[in-house]
């Protein structure tokens, strides 16, 4: 059906009241990133700085150096950085292990298992956040990353197994037979067909887990207490404390700690998108 | 090219009472093209995937080339299987989907591509060999699941309803290349269908099944001429063979109100048996049933009004009643009209008698041996 110019015009015009909708505040958030503290201090709103100013991403990689009060932007960067992707990483192997033998392997207890490891997605977090405390604390593994990452692992699991259990499920059975008769063994069979043909799926659920412990807060700022162990969330919420609100830096640290989803997100957007199954079975 | 003899195999699953496959026997010779038929649910497909390893025997020795299978591995039973759906690897190129098998066993490059590119041409895909799956008709994809197949060079084929997902005309055109690629790799073929079309014109024996039994075992003719039982003669033969219930004295069949005159042979078996003036199932092909365009009043003939007639082409079919069953008969003529009313004569030498209530076949004992012989 062709569209009158009318009524392309109002779609575009409904594009473009999203598009500001959404786009508005991190406009906003780079504008304020290259605005002085005394524009984001004054009590008249501007929309532009008085003057343009590259202080705050000067100051943000030097944070720390010089001022023990304020909390080293680079480290937690490093931080964050490692616990994310070993995160991701652990998730990953243990996750496809784990639904590859729930998806195709029958044995006792499975759906126990599944639904086990669901029952313990739908506890609160934060109910959690005391016990897990004490335990860690007891074994001396606070201020620590690994202990961040085994807990962001623990709680990435169940949300990782249900994801690829379903992209391993619609595989056809058929395709892994054949390639047993090929003289495949079960592990080639995984590394071999499995991967790669789930290998969309496998990145998808690769960069929610990213980003979920990317993004973490609570356990981190409770986990962590020193600098060497702080994450960048924690590093973010830092710059602000009692009597001192320094807005130049959270907001840059805001700014950057943004950057590396978007840049995943638009590097593998091919990958989330399309499904690599297709032509296996008659289509 | 191997023997495969099968000996009271038994299928039972987990959680389940009773047995899928109940003992069966079977043994196939070399270049053998077996087909088994039968009605979804009737353990074909186990039957051929306890063949192929896939599935645990629960009972009974599978032997091939006289070593017993039953606990070697898929992959070192030295068999190639097609499956339904095709299972193609998607994330390869054709030719990489048919060098698979070979690369994984570490044959040299150059013999692996000896091989593929001879299959490939065979199968006429060699202008496809760098595409993907994705890429490929229905048809060529299943001529890919053939050619993965045929480059291993497997002691067995296997098949499992490699055609049902094709539409009609591509189904009898692949039909006649796997026949043709069975006479030209003399291939023991093990071949699963429901198709009973599929069976009579490529299995060298049909094995008929139905509820994990084994019905008959016979050449396409041997199952269509002389059915053991009625589930049988139903099931073979397109359309079915019609049933009727008919009483017969050492004079005259009965069918409802009509009388016939039946072959002397046929009445023989009868008195032989002990079934005169018993209670019989009369089994007539629709093929067997033949249209009069004149009024003859033979002893074979009656007159009828046709309820529904459907012209095939150069045969139709007439839809009429006989007694209080339903009658379907091909004839030749194809000027017939709903609602008209015509003669129709019954070749009463081609007719089978059953057992109304065991429905096994009626025959003398020298035909029985006959059947079981074959």
Known sequence: MERTKNQQFFIYLGVIAVMIFTLAPIILLIIATLSSGQDLNSKTLHFLPSHWTLKNFTDIFTAGSNDASVPPFMQALKNSIIVSLSTTVLTLIIAILASYAISRFRFKGQNGLLMSTLGFRMVPEIALLIPLFVIFARFGAINNLSSLILIYTAFNLPFAIWMLQGFFRSIPKSMEESAYLDGVSSLGVLIRFILPISLSGIIATGIFVLLASWDEFMFASIFTSTYDSKTITVAISEFSKRGMVNFGMQITGGLIASLPPIVLALLFQKFIVSGLSEGSEKG | ?374
């Open chain 2, 1 to 374: 090219m191997a023997k495969i003899v099968m000996k009271n195999i038994k299928k039972r699953y987990k959680n389940s009472e009773s047995l899928t496959v109940k003992d069966f026997n079977l043994s196939i010779d070399h270049k053998e093209f077996i087909v088994l038929v039968g009605p979804s649910g009737c353990g074909k497909s186990t039957t051929l995937r306890m063949i192929a390893g896939l599935e645990d025997i629960s009972e009974g020795d599978l032997l091939i080339e006289e070593k017993r299978m039953n606990d070697v591995a898929p992959k070192n039973r030295d068999i190639a299987m097609v499956f339904q759906n095709y299972a193609l690897y998607p994330h390869m190129t054709v030719y990489d989907n048919m060098a698979f098998a070979l690369k994984i066993k570490k044959i040299n490059k150059s013999e692996i591509d000896l091989r593929v590119k001879e299959a490939a041409k065979i199968l006429g895909l060699e202008e496809y060999l760098k595409r993907k799956p994705k890429a490929l008709s229905g048809g060529q994809r299943q001529r890919v699941a053939l050619g993965r197949a045929m480059v291993r060079n497997p002691k067995v084929f296997l098949m499992d309803e490699p055609l049902s997902n094709l539409d009609a005309k591509l189904r009898s055109q692949m039909r006649a290349e796997i026949s043709k690629l069975h006479r030209k790799l003399g291939a023991t073929t093990i071949y699963v269908t429901h198709d009973q079309t599929e069976a009579m014109t490529m299995a060298s024996r049909i094995v008929i099944m139905k509820d994990g039994k084994i019905q008959q075992i016979g050449t396409p003719k041997e199952v269509y001429d002389h059915p053991v039982n009625r589930f049988v003669a139903g099931f073979i033969g397109s359309p079915s063979m019609n049933f009727i219930s008919a009483t017969c004295s050492d004079t005259a069949l009965k069918i409802g109100d009509l009388t016939f005159t039946i072959p002397k042979e046929k009445i023989e078996i009868l008195k032989t048996t002990g079934y005169l003036n018993k209670k019989i199932t009369l089994g007539i092909r629709p093929e067997d049933i033949h249209h009069e365009p004149k009024e003859v009043n033979d002893s074979n003939t009656f007159e009828t009004t046709i309820d529904v007639s459907e012209l095939m082409g150069s045969e139709s079919l007439l839809y009429t009643s006989l007694g209080d069953s339903t009658l379907i008969a091909k004839v030749n003529s194809t000027n017939i009209a709903n609602g008209e009313k015509i003669t129709l004569s019954i070749d009463f030498n081609k007719i089978h008698f059953f057992d109304k209530d065991t429905e096994e076949v009626i025959q003398s004992t020298n035909q029985s041996k006959l059947i079981s012989i074959s």
